[in-house]
């Protein structure tokens, strides 16, 4: 028989300085990670020999497995698993000077089950950890390549501006014949290029605006203000676009039918958009012939401003998708639009606490439609 006290003793001392070394891995990164694994393993399988087989450290295998998952490839992973299993039944007849029980026996068989359903749940954590850094890494791609793609079309943008309006300018020019005499056919052409040239610098500022929103948010100026006083003056700026297209703009205020007044705490300028866009929106998607109904309804928590056409309608696929970004429908009512101007309308609408929506008009048309909260007495 064998000195176990002096074995013991002995077996310590060699685990101590095993610590000991492991503590010097720790703290030097240049030491490689498989030798700090190797020295765990170690210590584990001294342990595991220097006691009575009743006393399972088989278990204690897991610590470096987890650490091999981590750090080493996926075979080596499975090496030690096998190695783990090897010993911890081994340690039943070796070193032979203990007497086996089939407790013990099944105590290790266990340990050993342990220890490949470990290696089995590290291989799905550590696949699905990749799976989680690959779709992070896509992400993170994708937002960069947004960024970059808004960046530049932010100042694209931005750049258009200053030809279109050195073009404008030549064409007003021309118009007021500062070079030369113009013939009246002439100023009809030069009245169509100034016109669809503005309305080219309005898309531009239209989608600038979107993506300054977008990145600063909408900063507002606001005071009292009154819906009915700004729906009318957009009204009478957009008289020229309405008489081109034989559209008729009527107001309605409610069942007195005679103007009122609908305070809100709000942007002028901001709401002065809203309306054209609404407005401008209604006449383009009205036929020849046609009316736009501009609805201004009072309530006692909210104000309603309603923009009433009698065009094609809305197709029911299309309405949960009007105020998106870029949204571009299948309808010949979508196809007259960039995308952008109810996006906008909705971005300016929601910074002032309110809601915008969209809806069919009977028998025929469609209803744009906002609310923002009633201006309160205290201001």
């Not at 020295?39 to 987890?66: C, N």
């Not at 026996?105 to 950890?129: E, F, G, M, P, W």
């Amino acid at each position: 028989m064998l000195d176990l006290t002096n074995k013991s003793t002995a077996y310590t001392l060699i685990i101590q300085m095993f610590y000991v070394k492991l503590l010097t891995y720790a703290k030097n990164p240049r030491l490689s990670k498989f030798w700090l694994i190797i020295g765990l393993f170690t210590v584990v399988a001294l342990l595991e020999f220097s006691t009575p087989p009743e006393y399972v450290f088989g278990y204690l295998y897991i610590g470096p497995m987890l650490l091999a998952n981590a750090h080493l490839s996926r075979v080596t992973t499975q090496q030690l698993t096998v190695v783990s299993c090897f010993l911890t039944i081994l340690n039943i007849w070796v070193p032979g000077i203990y007497p086996i029980g089939s407790a013990t026996i099944a105590n290790r068989l266990i340990a050993s089950l342990v220890l490949v359903v470990t290696d089995l749940l590290s291989k799905r954590n550590h696949l699905y950890q990749q799976a989680i850094l690959q779709q992070q890494a896509k992400l993170q791609a994708q937002e960069k390549l947004t960024s970059v793609r808004e960046d530049f079309a932010s100042t694209l943008t931005h750049d258009l501006k200053t030809p279109l309006l050195g073009a404008i300018e030549t064409l007003l020019a021309f118009q007021r014949e500062n070079f030369g005499s113009v013939l009246p056919t002439q100023k009809k052409v030069l009245a169509t290029m100034i016109r669809s040239h503005r309305t080219s610098l309005k898309m531009v500022e239209t989608l600038l605006d979107v993506y300054r929103n977008d990145v600063e948010g909408l900063k507002l100026q606001l005071a009292p203000v009154d819906l009915v006083a700004i729906a009318e003056e957009v009204a009478a700026t957009l008289t020229e676009l309405a008489s081109s297209r034989r559209v008729y703009i009527s107001f309605n205020y409610g069942e007195s039918d005679f103007r009122k007044f609908l305070w809100v705490y709000a942007d002028a300028f901001q709401m002065e958009r809203v309306f054209a866009n609404l407005l401008t929106n209604a006449i383009n998607h009205s036929p020849r012939g046609g009316k736009v109904e501009v609805m201004l309804e009072s309530g006692s928590s909210y104000q309603t401003a309603k923009v009433m056409d009698n065009g094609a309608g809305i197709t029911l696929e299309e309405l949960p998708h009007l105020f998106e970004r870029f949204y571009q429908g299948h309808s010949d009512r979508q196809a007259k639009g960039s995308g952008l101007g109810l996006y906008l309308t909705r971005q300016i609408v929601e910074a002032h606490d309110g809601k915008i929506w969209a809806e069919n008009r009977v028998p025929h048309g469609a209803i744009f439609a906002f609310r923002l909260p009633v201006l309160p007495f205290s201001l």
